[in-house]
């Protein structure tokens, strides 16, 4: 099974665990930009979310910024399928040696 990520914005850096504007671990680049439209859409989607928590009285959300985005790709349906049986039957053989 594969999954490929695209980032946008700012680069996970795993060993100091932060965020970084380039990705000193591997070419120094800088990560694409978040386009325009796209951060538009989550700042639309958050002020929905903080409505709907300030009309039912709720602690509200806290001030975002949206400087990181993650796009993940999946493989089709029935890999996924395959791999949840397999792990299903691991897990069954697992219990009968118990």
Not at 1 to 17: C, D, I, K, N, V
Not at 38 to 47: M, N
Request: net charge positive; charged share 20%.
């Amino acid at each position: 099974m594969t999954l490929m990520t695209l980032r946008a914005g700012l680069h996970w850096e795993p060993r100091f665990g932060t965020y970084e504007r380039t990705r000193s671990e591997h070419d120094n680049a800088t990560p694409p930009v978040i386009p325009a439209q796209l951060r538009r859409v989550a700042e639309q989607g958050l002020a929905e979310v903080a409505g709907l928590i300030a009309k039912n009285k709720s602690k509200p959300l806290p001030a975002a910024q949206f400087d990181i985005c993650l796009a993940n790709y999946y493989p089709p349906v029935g890999i996924w399928r395959e791999f949840i049986l397999q792990m299903y039957t691991f897990h069954l053989h697992c219990n009968d040696q118990i």
